[in-house]
């Protein structure tokens, strides 16, 4: 939709069209960044660094843990106590990878789309984020370290949502009469106007005519010897 295209003047009050356009906006603003920190912990993990980002989401990023997991491929800590354990082969931790990455890009999908094609597609991206969130505390728990990941996955919906409220806003608001341009007021007036008009040239019979008087008045003049 074109709705969605405006560039919005700095330092002027925001109209309601613009302020529901920025509302609109920084949800896909959040929602880009979701998926660049997905991929950024996805990597992390893989490299084998302990470290994560927040405002991630949670199904790819624990997909990858858990094919690392079925793989061997986590420190030794979490083997503790599993006498039988056989790793998988390493394609199926390839196979976790690219269906995490596909997951993430859906995302980056949406963000892509609700720009062009309307705020549908911002809708889809909430309700996958919705189940997102579900997951994470069906599948990994709740626990006391785990609050600031649900604070982050918090914002996420309540920005999404905010985002999707405004676009609906957006589309009821009466479309904005643009200003009547003033053509003639950008012509710059001449400050003296100059008479152009032609005056007529003589047929060529009567200015041949007229040489021909000059000339033998001419020749009167000269006077003659005696």
């Known amino acids: 939709m074109g709705l ?63 094919g690392m997991l079925q793989t061997g491929n986590l420190p030794a800590d979490y083997y503790y106590g599993w006498t039988d354990f056989l790793p998988s082969h390493t394609s199926f931790l390839v196979i976790i990878i690219i269906i995490s990455v596909i997951l993430t890009a859906i995302y980056a999908l949406c963000w892509f789309l609700s720009k062009k094609r309307g705020f549908g597609w911002l809708v889809f991206a909430l ?42 806003k957006l589309t009821k608001l009466p479309p904005q009469e643009e200003a009547p341009v003033d053509i003639q007021a950008d012509i710059p007036t001449m400050v003296q106007q100059r008479d152009y008009t032609v005056t007529p040239v003589e047929s060529a019979p009567a200015a041949a005519e007229q040489v021909n008087e000059l000339s033998q008045e001419t020749v009167n003049e000269i006077p003659k010897e005696d």
């Open 127 to 168: 309700i996958s984020f919705i189940i997102d969130t579900i997951f994470m505390f069906v599948f990994v728990g709740f626990s006391a370290d785990m609050i600031i990941d649900v604070v982050f996955h918090t914002w996420v919906i309540i920005s999404l949502s905010s985002g999707i409220s405004a676009a609906v």
């Open 4 to 66: 969605f295209k405006k560039n919005i003047a700095q330092g002027t009050p925001l109209s309601p069209q613009e302020a529901l356009l920025q509302r609109y906006n920084g949800a896909r603003n959040n929602l880009i960044l979701v998926v660049a920190f997905t991929l950024v912990n996805m990597v992390m993990l893989v490299a084998g660094s302990s470290s994560y980002f927040l405002f991630s989401a949670s199904i790819p990023y624990y997909l990858t843990f858990f």
